[in-house]
């Protein structure tokens, strides 16, 4: 059995995504970072960092329980196991996998720099806001161009789409505000429509 521990972040709704992409069988545990339940003992025995999501799979290769964080690395792990989403060939994989590190690396750290300049950091400036807002506007004009005539990211849908998609999708209102993103647009409304999609949208709530 895999039992997901995630709240309702963009890092969390992409492994539950995943999980519902592959087909398989998993329990949610919440963890409410409003209430610092990531801070807990018994969190903090899962992953010491105290941040979600956190799989444990109880039926791991070895026998001995796998627990992983870095939802990139559940996304590949899940893939692996449920033998979908990641290309076989190995230059269809490799285009994959860039565009997924793009969404885990370039846009989810501007993302998550938005978040920490306007709720976190002692000293807030809209400045820094803008600037972020601005750097991830520029990584999500890149998928923009590369969705230009695609349904996918990688040629075919993949982890690397859901990867990207919890993180557009929180962030549509700043993308629609821009404007001139029409093929992210498409995408976002085309992969949002997906049943497991959805699902995993709901996990947890």
């Known amino acids: 059995m895999l039992d997901l ?22 329990r949610v545990h919440s963890v409410d970072l409003t209430k610092g339940e990531q801070r807990q003992e018994a969190f903090l025995r899962l992953n010491p960092a105290g941040m979600i999501p956190v799989l444990v799979d109880s039926d791991a290769p070895g026998g001995a329980p796998l627990v992983l964080t ?17 290309p076989a060939e190995d230059r269809a994989r490799a285009e994959a996998l860039q565009w997924l590190f793009f969404a885990v690396t370039d ?52 982890v690397a789409d859901v990867a990207l998609f919890p993180l557009a999708a929180v962030r549509r209102k700043l993308v629609e505000r821009a404007g001139g993103m029409p093929n992210l647009v498409r995408w976002l409304d085309a992969v949002g429509r997906r049943p497991a999609v959805q699902r995993g949208l709901a996990a947890g709530t």
Not at 12 to 21: F, T
């Open 5 to 26: 521990y995630t709240f309702q972040t963009s890092n969390g709704q992409r492994a539950a995504i995943m999980l519902e992409e592959c087909a398989l069988p998993y």
């Open 70 to 86: 870095q939802s990139g690395a559940i996304l590949l792990y899940l893939a692996a196991k449920a033998g979908r989403l990641l």
């Open 107 to 158: 846009c989810a750290g501007a993302s998550g720099a938005i978040y920490y300049n306007s709720a976190l950091v002692p000293e807030k400036s809209p400045a820094n806001v803008q600037f972020y807002e601005e750097k991830l506007l520029a990584h999500l004009r890149v998928a923009d161009t590369q969705l230009a005539g695609r349904d996918a990211l990688a040629g075919e849908y993949s």
